[in-house]
């Protein structure tokens, strides 16, 4: 008696099957989208500029280290003059920088990627050193001092467009290409000559920098007091790294944004980091540590079709279960037959919907292709039900529950933060609506009625 149900319960099952995998090529479609926007933005940063990182400014005291040392040469003890060149990294006493950041687009096919161009005044001062005081071989090292530097790290010298002489004590000093340090990779570095470092003094500093680079700027904290400011028309930036700007330092709403990060030196590796690599003058090979303390400001689109587009089609085997299980228990309720090749049509046509999401997202608003794609399945699935059902209006009440379960889908998608509580919500809702709907269904009578029919 139950074999014709049970047959039918598996028929439905393996359409689901085949609708899931389905919906797994069109999620490994929008993946590969993803990917062309990246390789789109990459070839912008290959044609231009990269993302920026600044490093500095670090004085950098060379120096070259004579001394005494015993060796052992065939059992035979001697005394031998070693002479080592190496450089010692000054880090300001206060590191202050006030960036104002402009915002533009570029285009690779149809990928829009942001770029920026940043003004930033960079100021402070340094406590130099005393020459005794300098790492040496020996007590009785000799110390002859070089001619000092100023380095400022840059991570990619191309998107320097303008930078000014530093300020140095009384003097200016202009600036010259890369930064000796490979610590810090690229940059740029300015001669500031002899220093007395017969005793201890304060040195100030000041320099403008205008750089470009694309979606995010990074810096790395090497003061001993850290204040970096930055202000930008760009209404949607996103704070990451090891430090954030705490809520009363920041301000953010359509006209922009302001930002302040207060960092010391206490909180942060990074002159540790920094000062490790050119130890003895011994410069790690390749570019400046991954591991280096930094914090970032991105200037990206604050939606993401292609993240939004991925996170709708996970729910897309929910909408094809929910609307298989009200054909289903319509069919047995009201004794309609609903052939295997209705239900996968209609299992086609949702799972259309979220191709038509992406690829319509990629030329307009994504708040309009969700609405076009969803209007476009809706009224396609309401008209071919209401011939399959046999009802106009039967249609149209399958109609207005997508519309109902595509709304929801959409508030989970712009409401990333409250997507688990609300998805759950939803699901228990939709559980409960089934469980009351059929509270009063005998399923060996439905069964037997089935079979007889």
């Known amino acids: 008696m139950q074999k014709s149900l049970f047959l039918k319960v598996l028929i439905i099952l393996a359409l689901t099957a085949l609708i899931f995998v389905l919906m797994a090529v069109i999620g490994s479609t929008i993946e590969e989208r993803s990917q062309y926007r990246q390789q789109a933005v990459n070839s912008i940063a290959s044609d231009s500029v990269r993302e920026q990182t600044i490093t500095g400014p670090i ?60 003004r930033h005044q960079i100021g402070g001062g340094f406590i130099l050193p005393v020459a005794f005081e300098l790492p040496r071989g020996s007590p009785q090292s000799r110390i002859t001092i070089g001619k000092a530097s100023v380095a400022l790290g840059i991570e990619d010298a191309r998107g320097i467009r303008d930078i000014s002489k530093v300020a140095w004590d009384q003097g200016k000093f202009e600036f010259q290409e890369s930064t000796g340090l490979q610590s810090i990779g690229e940059g ?78 206490l909180a942060t590796t990074a002159q540790q980091q920094l000062r490790q690599s050119e130890l003895n003058g011994v410069a790690t090979d390749g570019p400046r540590p991954p591991a280096l303390d930094r914090f970032s400001v991105g200037f990206i689109e604050p939606v993401n079709v292609y993240s939004l587009a991925n996170r709708a089609s996970k729910y897309g085997l929910l909408f094809v279960i929910l609307t298989f299980g009200a054909f289903f228990v319509f069919e047995m309720l009201k004794r309609l037959p609903i052939h295997p090749i209705q239900y996968l049509l209609v299992g086609l046509a949702l799972a259309v919907f979220f191709l038509l999401l992406v690829s319509l997202s990629e030329k307009i608003d994504f708040g309009v292709a969700y609405l076009s794609a969803s209007v476009a399945c809706i009224a396609l699935i309401s008209f071919y039900l209401s011939y399959v059902l046999r009802d106009w209006r039967r249609g149209v009440g399958f109609g207005l529950g997508l519309t109902l379960l595509y709304s929801a889908l959409f508030g989970l998608l712009i409401s990333e933060s409250n997507a688990l509580v609300m998805g759950s919500i939803l699901l228990f809702a939709i559980l409960a609506a089934v469980m009351v709907a059929t509270r009063k269904i005998d399923w060996y009578q439905v069964a037997a009625g089935e079979a007889k029919a």
């Open 59 to 118: 004085l950098v005291i060379p120096y070259t280290d004579e001394f005494e040392q015993v060796v052992d040469k065939n059992g035979v003890k001697e005394v031998v003059t070693r002479s080592v060149q190496r450089k010692h990294l000054v880090f300001p006493n206060q590191l202050d920088i006030k960036g104002k950041v402009d915002t533009d687009h570029r285009y690779r096919g149809i990928h829009k990627v942001l770029v920026y161009s940043g």
């Open 188 to 265: 740029v570095h300015a001669d500031v000559g002899m220093l007395p470092l017969t005793q201890a003094g304060f040195v100030k500093f000041a320099l403008e920098l205008s750089l470009d680079g694309i979606e995010r700027q990074h810096f790395v904290p090497v003061g001993k007091t850290n204040t970096v400011t930055l202000t930008s028309a760009w209404p949607h930036p996103q704070f990451s790294g090891r430090f954030l700007p705490s809520p009363s330092n920041r301000s953010i709403d359509d006209s922009g944004f302001k930002a302040t990060w207060n960092i010391s030196s």
